[in-house]
């Protein structure tokens, strides 16, 4: 088989033993065998019998690489948009007094249900695109936005065939129990039961990767969710959930104690769930895309993440009611911002623990035998990923092994 060659470039593994910050290594090379990695190193120390193999040579021009970037949260396909209810915020309603009068999720599960599969299909792949653009080559999207078995397969199924016609990996999340629908309103027990009928199925049609749920005073309880995550748990499909958003639920304890890959938002966890997430090896996804267009005021307990070593990853949450976002690069900065990451836990965040809540080991690295996704930046120091609003260096992707 033919190995391509990349030299001339800095490399930031974000490999998790690196003895340099990043795992930067300068005057780097990388060999490339099909879609994996065979080497990455120091240039000068390529062995001399891979270095006569490489018949494709490729001259990064001084470039710093990355691994792939990856999107490990988001709600990417849906109908229609909030920016309506946009304007009620901007007179003074909250998020929760719009989603008790019908609007919110509501909202967009009447858009979604009403649009067909190839207008929710055409209207996602502008918003992928932009993440494309920005180096992301794994992205995570999640249904919820159906709550009708019909609905949530048109969602599953839209995102998978973004997945065949985009240079990017899309992984499905099955969130069911994201809200209660109107034809269920005052019986949420019983829309529960739907989920449970509707995850086997949509299981059997190879749509669901995981499973996710909204576990919320004005979604569903600690009770409600864990009879989704025993679900999951028999069909053998790992769980990740949306906890301690707006009040502390007890929802990463909960995640915890059916070993979640990812608790996600958590500016509301409290040191017992911090704990929990540690022991079981639950990956904090922090959303401040989220928490900026919310306003929220509560920042994550991040030194309570760092204290019991919880792995921190960073995601857009993009979603049309709280965080219409389709920029990664400016979710590393206000990672930074807003949450005093500091710039090499962000970029960890959209590399390596990403990966991790998405139960992933084959990426998110740069190393020999993980995949071939890597991104070419015009900047010098990885710090300038997460410095820069607004900015999108990216020279090129390579995924899995080819140019994007
Ligand atoms: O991740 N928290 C629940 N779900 C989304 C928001 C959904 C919506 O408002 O449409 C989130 O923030
Ligand atoms: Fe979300």
Redesign the pocket.
Known sequence: MSLQLWTHARVATLAADATEPYGLIDEAALVVEGEHLLWVGEASKIPADLLERCDVLHDAGGALITPGLIDCHT?LVYGGDRAHEFELRLQGASYEDIAKAGG??AS?VRATRAATAAELELASAKRLQALINEGVTTIEIKSGYGLALEHERKTLSVARALGGSHAVDVRNTFLGA?AVPPEYAGRADDYVDAVLQMLPVLHAEGLVDAVDG?CERIAFSTAQMERVFQAAQALGVRVKL?AE?LSDSGGAQLAARYQALSCD?LEWLSPAGAQAMATSGSVAVL?PG?FYFLRETRVPPIELLRKHGVPMAVST?C?????PCTSLLLMLNMACTLFRLTPEEALAGVTRHAAAALGLTDRGVLAAGQRADFVLWDVQHPAQLCYALGANPRIQTIFKGQPV
Do not use: E, K, M
């Not at 979603?319 to 965080?323: A, L, Q, R, V, W």
């Open positions: 709600h919110g999720i967009t994201h909204f949306h958003q938002h959303l989220a949450d979603n049309p009611g709280s965080s």
